[in-house]
């Protein structure tokens, strides 16, 4: 009889706004290095840590976060926090999850920032008991730096962490706004998404 194999799934939060081809990328070297199954798109809705985004509609960044990753094989947009009242908190995404995949092992995947200050985020030994973090890191010396938190981590809380070298675009999410703005094109966004962005005159002041 075969072993029933663990399903592994890896979660990928974000404002997304927009997405471009570096989350693109990201999420699918990921889902190749990590060897996941099925990976968890989810838009956040009001982001604890960024208190003042809203540069675009929750529905508009959904949207347009379905069209960038629908050419990834396995990857699926979940709107589970944009339904949430409040702000977006990790630990509740995964304590949903959790209930809704019982028997499956979750990777969060976040860039170098967000891991560095992952000991300080609410309810964050639940988080590290829970989930396997999985850093990206843009450079050697920045991969460096990453495993020896990861190092930290474990020693302090136990908690078994990845690091993944990952390229990053030459651009970020307000450097692409802040161009759309101008009414420029930005090479760092798929067509269909910029095509949405068009009809929906989004970022135009």
């Not at 947009?77 to 949430?84: A, G």
């Not at 995964?94 to 979750?106: K, V």
């Not at 706004?177 to 005159?201: M, N």
Request: charged share 25%.
């Amino acid at each position: 009889m075969a072993e029933n194999k663990e399903m592994r799934i890896g979660i990928y939060g974000g404002t997304f706004d927009p997405p471009h081809y570096g989350h693109v990328v990201a999420a699918a070297e990921a889902m190749r290095k990590l060897s996941l199954d099925r990976l968890l798109v989810i838009p956040a809705k009001t982001p604890p840590h960024k208190p003042a985004a809203g540069h675009s509609s929750a529905e508009d960044r959904f949207a347009m976060a379905e069209i960038a990753f629908r050419k990834i094989p396995g990857a699926v947009v979940s709107d589970m926090e944009l339904l949430r009242e409040g702000p977006s908190y990790t630990a509740d995404t995964l304590e949903e999850l959790s209930h809704q995949y019982p028997d499956a092992r979750f990777y969060l995947l976040m860039g170098a920032d967000m891991f560095l200050s992952l000991q300080s985020w609410r309810r964050s030994e639940e988080i590290l008991s829970e989930c396997t973090p999985v850093a990206f890191a843009r450079d050697e010396g920045q991969y460096d730096e990453l495993v020896r938190h990861a190092g930290f981590l474990m020693e302090r809380y136990g908690a078994h962490c990845e690091v993944i070298e990952n390229h990053a675009l030459p651009a970020s999410s307000s450097e692409i706004r802040e161009a759309l703005r101008r009414g420029e094109k930005s090479e760092f966004l798929q067509d269909g998404v910029l095509e949405y962005i068009g009809s929906r005159h989004l970022y135009r002041d």
